[in-house]
């Protein structure tokens, strides 16, 4: 069983930054095709944020680009999104999720990130 562990989020004020970690435990062995990270507001659609293949394609939704940056460790099973430039509209919770070549898609428990002053 593949388990998803989200670290790094937390309270920050805008213009801030932070660095969520996912780290796939105990299965690293598992080529992931995609990895990415999702955000879910309340009362809103969890929706993309970062994606990155494994050859190291991103994708970015509009409202991060020039602001976040996806990357990835092979070797770990890692996948890490670093924020910068943090307005409140991306208060969430987010999700990291990683897919494999045979189509099978994992996510984790979620970290919240909220921006406030």
């Known amino acids: 069983q593949v388990r998803l562990v989200e670290s790094g989020g937390g309270l920050v004020q805008p213009g801030g930054s932070l660095r969520l970690s996912c780290v796939a435990s105990?299965?690293?062995?598992?080529?992931?095709?995609?990895m990415g990270w999702y955000r879910q507001a309340p009362g809103k659609q969890r929706e993309l944020v970062a994606r990155?293949?494994?050859?190291?394609?991103?994708y970015y939704t509009d409202s991060v680009k020039g602001r976040f940056s996806i990357s990835r460790d092979h070797a770990m099973n890692t996948v890490n999104l670093q924020m910068n430039n943090l307005t409140p509209e991306d208060t969430a919770v987010y999700y990291c999720k990683a897919g494999t070549l045979g189509g099978d898609n994992f996510w984790g428990q979620g970290t919240q990130v909220t921006v406030s002053s």
């Open positions: 990155i293949d494994r050859g190291g394609t991103t």
């Open positions: 105990k299965n690293n062995r598992i080529a992931f095709a995609a």
